[in-house]
């Protein structure tokens, strides 16, 4: 079974400028999430999606951040315009659970590894 | 809010050597624990879970118990390998919140 697939994976660019990355859930998982994980913490949750309905983006920064998952499958993160401090491994994972229930396993991709200078 | 507490590392160890990393919790709701861990250059797995009071999880010769009455879920394994460096992260959802919070990670080195 593949793993959830994410692109690229490492991402260098200058502050101000704008970037996107991509996620591919494994399949038929209802539940996606894009996780921000700043070098020496743990990961914190930026935007849940069940199918292709936002759950949770209480933590998303708005007004630079944005997600979408179209057809309920693919996702992209955007981020426009970048911050020095947005400088972090952005992570996707997805579940099986159509309601991302508590008992869920959540199974990550690689990541996308982001430098801001 | 939830949220995680794990020992500060960095842990080094020599092979066989036993290894526990603690893990206690806070939580709203009823919580499920999970114990994740990233191998150097690969992302997140997870190494075992519990998702009630006494439950224990196991995986790979880890294990950790659910423990209510002390909010804890520490990680131990009785003979540690050079294999088992890696970073592991204590993380949880409870019943009211599903998104994952973690801990702050532990790094684990073990020499042979």
């Known amino acids: 079974e593949a793993g959830v697939a994410q692109s690229p994976r490492y991402k260098i660019i200058e502050k101000r400028q704008s970037v996107a990355f991509w996620c591919n859930p494994i399949s038929g998982h209802a539940t996606l999430y894009w996780y921000q994980q700043i070098l020496g913490q743990g990961p914190k949750l930026l935007i849940q999606?069940?199918?292709?309905?936002?759950?949770?983006d209480s933590q998303l920064p708005k007004d630079r951040f944005s997600a979408e998952r179209l057809k309920g499958v693919d996702s992209t993160l955007k981020i426009q315009p970048a911050k020095l401090e947005d400088s972090a491994v952005y992570l996707c994972?997805?579940?099986?659970?159509?309601?991302?229930?508590?008992?869920?396993?959540?199974?990550f991709g690689p990541g996308t590894r982001l430098t801001v200078l | 809010g939830n949220s995680v507490t794990q020992m500060e590392g960095p842990v080094t160890l020599s092979e066989e050597a036993f290894l526990t990393i603690n893990c206690t919790y806070t939580a709203t709701g009823y919580p499920s624990l999970f114990w994740y861990v990233q191998y150097p250059g690969e992302g997140l797995q997870l190494l075992l879970k519990?998702?009630?009071?006494?439950d224990k999880g196991s995986n790979k010769g880890f294990e950790a118990t659910y423990r209510k009455e002390t909010t804890s879920f520490h990680l131990e394994k009785g003979s540690v390998q050079v294999s088992d460096s890696a970073v592991y992260f204590c993380?949880?959802?409870?019943?009211?919140?599903?998104?994952?919070?973690f801990g702050a990670g532990t790094t684990v080195t073990v020499r042979a």
């Open positions: 519990a998702t009630k009071a006494d």
């Open positions: 999606f069940q199918n292709n309905g936002v759950v949770d």
């Open positions: 994972a997805s579940s099986l659970g159509a309601s991302g229930g508590n008992t869920d396993t959540q199974y």
């Open positions: 993380a949880l959802t409870s019943s009211n919140d599903y998104k994952l919070s």
